[in-house]
């Protein structure tokens, strides 16, 4: 039944070690997103693929990249982890313009 | 000042009460309007979405007040699994740019 599925839901990763979120979507939506959210703050948004238009948001960092190998799938890269980069990161997908649909989030810890 | 603005709360609501809660925006040209629902450590779920004539779903009301930019929720008859943080979400462009507060917090005690 699962829509969007993210993996790992649980990530510790090393300051300065390269990481890969995975995200994928049984629902065949044109557009996917990547989300970061801090405790008690509200989603930001990274980027976007509308199909495979990447479209990055102007005050996303260079060390997070994206890639989306084809409808079903998409990766978040964080090149170099820093403790400002722990948080959840959420996945969400939608057919343009409607109700976005949020996968379970992973939880980055950075130590 | 934020895109998206709320009052954090929490707002304590005695199981059976009713409370209501605002966001305010600030971009006049917002397209559409929503409330999520998050429960800690979970992914936010469209509770529902915000119409220009205001909207009812069960227990739930949302209002939509374009000229001093702000909508609202009510939730009446509070159920102990009302307990959660509300985001107010604001689409700002046709794609799907949302735009989402940090939430209000809402502990429906018995």
């Known amino acids: 039944d699962a829509m969007v599925i993210q993996n790992p839901r649980y990530q510790v990763t090393q300051f300065g070690k390269p990481v890969t979120l995975s995200c994928s979507q049984t629902?065949?939506?044109?557009?996917m997103y990547w989300y970061q959210q801090k405790s008690s703050q509200a989603p930001k948004l990274l980027f976007h693929?509308?199909?495979?238009?990447?479209?990055n948001e102007a005050d996303t960092p260079d060390n997070f990249q994206s890639r989306r190998p084809n409808t079903s799938f998409c990766f978040l890269d964080i090149r170099s982890p820093g403790l400002g980069d722990a948080a959840m990161y959420l996945c969400?997908?939608?057919?343009?313009?409607?109700?976005?649909?949020f996968g379970p989030g992973t939880r980055l810890t950075v130590l | 000042r934020k895109e998206v603005e709320q009052d954090p709360g929490p707002f304590n609501v005695p199981e059976g009460a009713t409370v209501a809660f605002n966001c305010t925006y600030s971009?006049?040209?917002?397209?559409?309007f929503f409330w999520y629902r998050q429960d800690c450590r979970k992914e936010p779920k469209l509770l529902m979405s915000?119409?220009?004539s205001g909207n009812e779903d069960g227990r739930f009301t949302a209002q939509l007040n374009r000229a001093s930019q702000y909508i609202s929720l009510l939730i009446r008859d509070s159920k102990l699994s009302d307990s959660a943080t509300y985001l107010c979400?604001?689409?700002?462009?046709?794609?799907?740019?949302?735009?989402f507060g940090a939430g209000t917090q809402v502990v429906v005690t018995p």
């Open positions: 969400a997908t939608a057919r343009m313009g409607d109700e976005q649909f």
């Open positions: 693929y509308y199909d495979k238009d990447f479209n």
């Open positions: 979400v604001v689409n700002k462009a046709s794609w799907g740019k949302l735009q």
């Open positions: 915000v119409y220009s």
């Open positions: 971009n006049s040209a917002s397209q559409s």
């Open positions: 629902l065949n939506h044109n557009v």
